[in-house]
């Protein structure tokens, strides 16, 4: 955990609650295989290569559908101020214009978005920006270790429209932070197995509340 | 010290010269990639246009008439004010009578004494406002609607608002005069479909209302918004206290109404 949260940030919002559903959270993350073994024919080879890279595609949605909420609700609460304010403002509507663009590409083949509980963090500035730092550094971290596994020049050309956009969101939170904005000269990747720990590790990810029923009515009628 | 404005100004003639040269390099890829095959017989291919582009990012909608709830993820005794020590109003369960996960409505929020964070919620009653306090921790993740549910006792109509707009209407039984829907600010708990029972209709919902009247009801005595198997009584103050709507009714509504969807019943 130390070795994947390099500054801490989401090391305090990690208090287990023991209400995460893994196994929802480890289909909506990184779940697929992205290698396809044993196609050698041209057409099932491009095949596979769409569904990699649309694999790459859902994986990457995930990872914006967690910011975009996380932004979000920081913004329909009203808890923060100044700033951080204008940069959950700006920020956030960044990650729902990449929400909206990827999922109108995947089309139906896009993941559904999981409900998330964020337990407070996004009501506590503090907290807030701890978060905010270690998920955006996480964005630019796994777009990177993503991005030479694209095998559509297209795709590739715009998922780096995206990363960069994603470094400079980690840029921004992490000098309102008090943090250096790039520390490192090179920066690496993390993988999925790492995001996905680090995620989970979090518990923001739970398992929708269920509301229906189809036992009688004990309503008084 | 800065520097003497000489020096200054070969500074951002430098910047300048830079950013030239930039574009001079920039002009020459061009010619290159345009013109004929270096020497080594190769030129650089035309990068890829991207295959989606993202659009214009849009700032968060002003709503106005959202309200939000949240799933109780334990149950937890909600108290008249935001500290420990506070006077108990009321125990807040993880499951509704209807064995469906609990969800409450909130009002809004606190830092108690200690720093710790409150939550002010509605409390499911039988009266117009019975709100409490609740650790932030006995609830899970908030969810944000911005719909809400008129019922008109006197007129015997419901109306569902969007944004403040009416998207919906319909004709509606309520309680008796022996028996009367309880007037006040209530929330949809829960959506219940294909049970046994034809007299609740196709969909019934279950709502933070409760009977003032009837008090030894199975389950709390709770008020129900939901379908008929005796359509002819409708619109009329024909119920124990529940809502009742003509089926077709029901199942539109069952369309267009979220859970937590606030309900004024006046």
Redesign the interface.
């Known amino acids: 955990m130390e070795a994947l949260d390099r500054d801490g940030a989401l090391a305090e919002t990690a208090e287990p609650?023991g209400?995460c559903d893994r196994s929802e959270l480890l289909r909506w993350i990184g779940g697929a295989s992205l290698l396809v073994g044993g196609l050698a024919l041209p057409r099932a080879a491009r095949a596979a290569s769409r569904k990699e890279d649309r694999d790459i595609l859902n994986y990457a949605l995930s990872l914006e559908y967690l910011q975009a909420s996380f932004y979000?609700?920081a913004?329909?609460?009203k808890?923060l101020r100044g700033s951080f304010k204008e940069q959950a403002?700006?920020v956030?509507?960044?990650e729902?214009?990449?929400v909206?663009?990827?999922q109108?590409?995947l089309g139906a083949a896009a993941i559904k978005k999981p409900?998330?509980?964020?337990?407070?963090v996004t009501?506590?500035q503090s907290q807030f920006r701890d978060t905010a730092v270690a998920f955006e550094d996480l964005a630019v971290a796994a777009y990177k270790e993503e991005a030479p596994r694209i095998r559509?020049?297209?795709?590739?050309?715009?998922a780096i429209?995206?990363h960069s956009v994603e470094a400079r969101h980690a840029a921004w939170i992490r000098h309102l932070a008090g943090a250096l904005p790039a520390p490192d000269a090179f920066d690496e990747p993390k993988s999925r197995r790492q995001v996905r720990e680090l995620v989970a590790s979090t518990e923001f990810v739970?398992a929708k509340?269920?509301?229906?029923?189809?036992?009688?009515?004990?309503?008084?009628? | 010290m800065l520097p003497q404005r000489p020096q200054r100004l070969r500074g951002l003639g430098a910047v300048a010269a830079l950013i030239g040269a930039g574009a001079a390099t920039a002009g020459a890829i061009t010619l290159m990639h345009e013109g004929p095959p270096s020497r080594a017989g190769t030129s650089l291919p035309r990068p890829a246009d991207p295959a989606f582009l993202v659009g214009h990012p849009a700032k968060l909608a002003d709503r106005p008439h959202t309200s939000w709830w949240a799933p109780v993820r334990h149950g937890a005794i909600a108290r008249r004010a935001p500290t420990p020590s506070a006077e108990p109003v009321a125990l807040v369960r993880r499951r509704t009578p209807e064995g469906t996960r609990n969800v409450i409505q909130v009002l809004g929020r606190a830092r108690g004494r200690s720093g710790a964070l409150w939550v002010q919620v509605r409390l499911p009653s039988g009266t117009r406002e019975v709100t409490g306090w609740l650790d932030r921790g006995a609830l899970s993740g908030y969810d944000f609607v911005n719909t809400r549910l008129i019922v008109d006792r006197r007129r015997l109509r419901a109306t569902l608002l969007r944004g403040g707009r009416p998207v919906f209407s319909t004709v509606v039984g309520v309680g008796q005069p022996s028996s009367p829907t309880p007037a006040g600010e209530f929330y949809v708990r829960n959506r219940l479909t294909r049970y046994r029972s034809p007299a609740y209709g196709p969909i019934a919902f279950g709502t933070s209302a409760q009977s003032t009247a009837v008090t030894d009801w199975p389950g709390g005595g709770f008020v129900g918004i939901h379908g008929t198997d005796r359509p002819e009584l409708l619109p009329g103050r024909v119920s124990h206290g529940c809502i009742r709507m003509p089926n077709r009714a029901i199942r539109r509504l069952g369309e267009l109404m979220p859970i937590g969807t606030p309900i004024t019943i006046r």
């Not at chain 1, 409900?115 to 407070?120: E, I, M, N, V």
């Not at chain 1, 559509?152 to 715009?158: R, T």
């Open positions: 609650l209400l979000t609700e913004e329909r609460l808890s403002r700006v956030g509507s960044h729902r214009a990449h909206k663009a990827l109108g590409l409900r998330f509980d964020f337990q407070g009501e506590d559509s020049p297209e795709l590739l050309a715009a429209r995206i739970v509340p269920t509301t229906r029923s189809s036992d009688d009515p004990n309503f008084i009628g």
